[in-house]
Nanobody
């Protein structure tokens, strides 16, 4: 499995970014995909996830601001991030797993997923 993120960068608070993750080599049929992030000195946290039935889950801090979606035909996962805040600054990672529940996906151990290389998002105040 290969996951390649794009779309990160620097933005001022209140701005928007859209992350993309292009996936290839996925052979399992029951797939959940999502985004994680890790800020310096902090634990990795799940941000948003979507499953094959297009059910989604989000952590509370991004609800109403972030939207996860996918283009199944092109195998691309998106994360639209609006009203960005300085606390959203982190390295963002795309991940895919055989888990069916997007909520469980957000809290899974890293060993249960394939990961992208990560992309930096920086939000200045």
């Amino acid at each position: 499995v290969q996951l390649v993120e794009s779309g990160g960068g620097s933005v001022q608070a209140g701005g928007s970014l859209r992350l993309s993750c292009t996936a290839s080599g996925i052979t399992y049929s029951n797939v959940c995909m999502g985004w994680f992030r890790q800020a310096p000195g902090k634990e990795r946290e799940g941000v948003a996830a979507i499953n094959i039935e297009v059910s989604t889950s989000y952590i509370d801090s991004v609800k109403g601001r972030f939207t996860v979606s996918k283009d199944s035909a092109k195998n691309i996962l998106y994360l639209q991030m609006n009203d960005l805040k300085p606390e959203d600054t982190a390295m963002y990672y795309c991940a895919v797993s055989e888990l069916s529940s997007p909520l469980i996906f957000l809290y899974m151990d890293a060993e249960y997923a394939d990961w992208g290389q990560g992309i930096q998002v920086t939000v200045s105040s």
